[in-house]
């Protein structure tokens, strides 16, 4: 069984300052991780995934995300926030062929 | 891009109704899937469909749900009689293949709230 906890239900930061949304996983198996994010209005838009190839994955927009086994970890980052990043962002952990189990959703507000 | 398609973007019933929830995946998608978001709380894996047949469903697909794809093009979920918990955003995808070489591609959702 797969499990997803993000930390911080709503993250704040300046325009230009780094983002750091976290994201912890639990799984049975080797995990396939995935970060989505939704704009308002919008669907569910895949951003990055890792698939066991390199740890440190990038992803669009200038957002990658770093496997951490030992950590149980899968955080995403972003060296320098823009205003059009304000978003909900979601981490979700696969099996495989399970379907994804996604976190609760982190809330970036970026402010000018 | 080919998106994924769902109407109508809100529907508003009443405690009781049946409900049914619309989805256009993209064309040459193989597997489909509902998913819902409880206002706050988590996005939750309901039900995944392939080959005209439920693949796998969760504990919160009961006997209320069904899904179905009755034109070739179209893939419905419907609601027997909605309760007040219903209410929630509801999202459909669609994915080429299975597994994490074929990611899940979300329509816009709609939102389902049972007065």
């Known amino acids: 069984a797969q499990s997803v906890t993000q930390l911080g239900s709503h993250v704040s930061v300046s325009e230009g300052a780094l983002v750091l949304l976290r994201c912890n996983y639990s799984?049975?198996?080797?995990?396939?991780l995935f970060w989505y994010v939704q704009y308002p209005n919008q669907g569910l838009q895949l951003l990055l995934k890792?698939?066991?190839?390199?740890?440190l994955v990038k992803g669009i927009n200038g957002f990658e995300a770093e496997f951490k086994k030992s950590e149980t970890s899968f955080h995403l980052t972003k060296p320098s926030a823009h205003m059009s990043d304000a978003a909900e962002y979601f981490c979700?952990?696969?099996?495989?062929?399970?379907?994804?189990?996604f976190g609760k959703g982190t809330r970036l507000s970026v402010i000018a | 891009e080919p998106e994924v398609t769902q109407t109508p973007s809100h529907q508003v019933t009443q405690m009781g109704q049946e409900v049914i929830l619309r989805c256009v995946p993209i064309?040459?998608?193989?597997?489909f899937y509902w998913y819902r978001q409880i206002l706050g709380q988590k996005v939750e894996f309901l039900v995944s469909?392939?080959?005209?047949?439920?693949?796998?469903k969760s504990e919160i697909f009961d006997d209320q749900f069904s899904v179905e794809r009755p034109d070739g093009s179209n893939f419905t979920l419907k609601i027997r009689s909605t309760k007040l918990e219903d209410s929630a955003m509801y999202f459909c995808?669609?994915?080429?293949?299975?597994?994490?070489?074929?990611?899940?591609?979300f329509g816009n959702g709609t939102r389902l709230t049972v007065t």
């Open positions: 469909f392939y080959n005209n047949e439920i693949s796998e």
């Open positions: 799984s049975s198996v080797p995990p396939y």
């Open positions: 064309s040459n998608h193989l597997y």
């Open positions: 979700a952990v696969s099996g495989g062929n399970t379907p994804l189990v």
């Open positions: 890792y698939t066991s190839a390199a740890t």
């Open positions: 995808a669609s994915s080429e293949g299975q597994g994490i070489g074929s990611p899940l591609h």
